[in-house]
């Protein structure tokens, strides 16, 4: 059974850095495309970011480019998040997900707070 666990997330003011990482347990990491998605209560889940399996492809929502870099290292079964130039609208709670073959998302972790102050 795979498991994703974030980890990064806090309190930062606006302008600032944070790096989530999400760890994933099992042999498979490798062969699956992964994202990044981010949800505020009461809204819809939303996507952030996606990376290939070798990382050589990524993929972003427009709210982000530019400031949000998704990168992963398979060695260590992980991915991140490297987000800079934080505003205060992106304040949520931010989960890593594994894309299926289907191309649905079918394994989630269980999310990090980020809160952004201005």
């Known amino acids: 059974q795979v498991q994703l666990v974030e980890s990064g997330g806090g309190l930062v003011q606006a302008g600032g850095s944070l790096r989530l990482s999400c760890a994933a347990s099992g042999r498979t990491f490798s062969s699956y495309r992964m994202g990044w998605f981010r949800q505020a209560p009461g809204k819809e889940r939303e996507f952030v970011a996606s990376?290939?399996?070798?990382?050589?492809?990524?993929s972003y929502a427009d709210s982000v480019k530019g400031r949000f870099t998704i990168s992963r290292d398979n060695a260590k079964n992980t991915v991140y998040l490297q987000m800079n130039g934080l505003k205060p609208e992106d304040t949520d709670v931010y989960y890593c997900?594994?894309?299926?073959?289907?191309?649905?998302?079918?394994?989630w972790g269980q999310g990090t707070q980020v809160t952004v102050s201005s």
């Open positions: 990376i290939s399996w070798s990382g050589g492809v990524t």
């Open positions: 997900a594994r894309r299926a073959p289907s191309n649905d998302y079918d394994v």
